[in-house]
């Protein structure tokens, strides 16, 4: 609990299965933010984020990042981060994707 609390994180004991005890509060200084307003694309979206202070859990951050998500049947959803300045190996795997609207979909995205 100390050190959790000494990160800056929240605690909170719980008895909820693998839910976790320590987490960041929804104010924190690490990660990214929306960089702009949200794009409609063909099969679903786009999202430009931008990471928030110079605060880095990893290092080596990549700022901006594109957000795409892409409603590909009822049940599955691809998502994929890249760096929009750099081209970088992606795995080349091909998945038919017909595209689906969001109410047809089993799931909610926000």
Do not use: H, M
Not at 15 to 43: H, I, M, Q, V
Not at 88 to 100: D, M, Q, T, Y
Request: charged share 30%.
């Amino acid at each position: 609990q100390e050190a959790c609390e000494a990160r800056g994180c929240i605690w909170c004991a719980t008895d909820r299965a693998n839910a976790p005890w320590c987490f960041f509060p929804e104010d924190n200084p690490y990660g990214y933010s929306l960089g702009g307003n949200t794009e409609r694309t063909a099969k679903g979206w786009r999202v430009t984020l931008n990471k928030r202070q110079a605060l880095s859990l990893f290092g080596d951050d990549i700022s901006p990042v594109v957000l795409e998500v892409e409603f590909q049947t009822k049940d599955r959803l691809r998502f994929r981060l890249y760096d929009p300045n750099r081209e970088r190996f992606e795995v080349p795997l091909k998945i038919s994707s017909p595209g689906v609207t969001a109410d047809e979909a089993n799931y909610d995205v926000e």
